[in-house]
């Protein structure tokens, strides 16, 4: 399958490129997508990929924004390789943000969101639709919806699919779809834990409070530990470690979903709030980089609100009743 734009895609392209005056070394394909991203003001929503799928326009969209981000060199902060190499990478010498990624300690949360939020700026330019949002894969509710969701697994080509990953382990690409056991994605010891963090060990929702970033640390918290721990080791292959995980597509739903269950355990009530007179966990900042390949950086306190500071919402009412932050 080749990369190139459709016909109409191009027609298209060269009728807003020969409107529009030339902008340095920015390239004619990044300032078209960036004007329809700039007029886009209206409230995203991350759908359940089961929902999402019954779209053959999402996911074709989907396809493309993976496939066009793969097609860019890995020095290009909006390709696909970057911002894999942003979570983990043995690539030397690393790049700007590359082997950031922060895991078992308190940070584990608000830097997942972070990344999340401007890979989904990227993906969303880089497939030309302005309406697309980032599903997640809701294997925590729904039994039936435990299998691997079908436009991951089929058709079965790397070459043709870009969202199919061979390295998977087991028999989770198989092509009737092998569900991940639901001893893994139980999520109820970790909404048993009403403190976000812990000072000293990761017992907590969220991990151990240390007073800066660390690429890995011992103190997970109980939901990192599972299901998120635990979805990565079954899934195996690329996902089975954080060096090479978010170069498989299904890494960055699986993430939604992780993030989409912090916001429910926030509506749990109990006590359970975000840390928000932390202000190591508050004020760190972060590099991460835009869909415009400008870095950005970003604490805790801009991202604790997806509505009003991201731009983006869950389809699950859960995730949205009552409490603030
Ligand atoms: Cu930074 Cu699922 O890992």
């Known amino acids: 399958m080749s990369h190139e734009l459709s016909r109409r895609q191009v027609l298209k392209l060269v009728s807003y490129a020969s409107a529009g005056t030339a902008v340095g070394s920015v390239p004619l394909i990044s300032r078209f997508f960036v004007e329809k991203a700039n007029a886009q003001t209206a409230t995203f929503v991350r759908e359940n990929i089961y929902t999402f799928m019954q779209s053959p326009a999402k996911v074709a969209a989907l396809r493309r924004g993976v496939q066009v981000m793969k097609s860019r060199p890995a020095n290009n902060p909006t390709s696909w ?4 190499n942003i979570h983990g990478t043995t690539i030397r010498p690393l790049l700007a943000s590359w082997n950031t990624c922060d895991h078992g300690t308190f940070f584990f949360f608000p830097w997942h969101r972070m990344y999340l939020y401007y890979f989904e700026r990227i993906l969303r330019q880089a497939s030309g639709d302005s309406t697309l ?36 382990t087991g028999n989770i ?6 569900a ?6 139980g999520y109820a010891s970790a909404f048993r834990r009403t403190n976000f963090f812990h000072t000293t060990t990761g017992s907590s929702f969220g991990g151990r409070r240390v007073s800066q970033t660390s690429h890995t640390a011992s103190g997970k918290g109980e939901l990192e530990r599972r299901p998120h721990d635990q979805v990565h080791a079954s899934i195996g292959g690329l996902m089975g470690n954080p060096i090479t995980a978010a170069q498989d597509p299904i890494f960055w739903l699986h ?8 916001e429910r355990w926030l509506r ?13 966990w508050m004020n760190d900042t972060f590099t991460f980089f835009d869909e415009n390949r400008n870095a950005v950086r970003m604490s805790a306190r801009n991202i604790l609100d997806t509505a009003t500071q991201l731009n983006y919402i869950y389809d699950d009412p859960l995730t949205r009743s009552s409490n603030a932050v």
Request: without cysteine.
């Open 268 to 280: 749990q009530g109990g006590g359970r709030v975000n840390p928000t007179d932390d202000i190591d």
């Open 81 to 84: 390789a970057y911002q894999a």
């Open 180 to 185: 991940l056991p639901a001893t893994i994605v």
């Open 255 to 262: 993430h939604a979903n992780t993030d989409r269950l912090w």
């Open 133 to 168: 949002a980032l599903p997640y894969w809701n294997y925590s509710d729904v039994g039936a919806q435990r299998v691997l969701p079908a436009p991951f697994r089929i058709p079965a080509n790397e070459s043709t699919n870009s969202l199919y990953e061979s390295d998977r």
């Open 173 to 178: 690409n198989v092509n009737s779809g092998a």
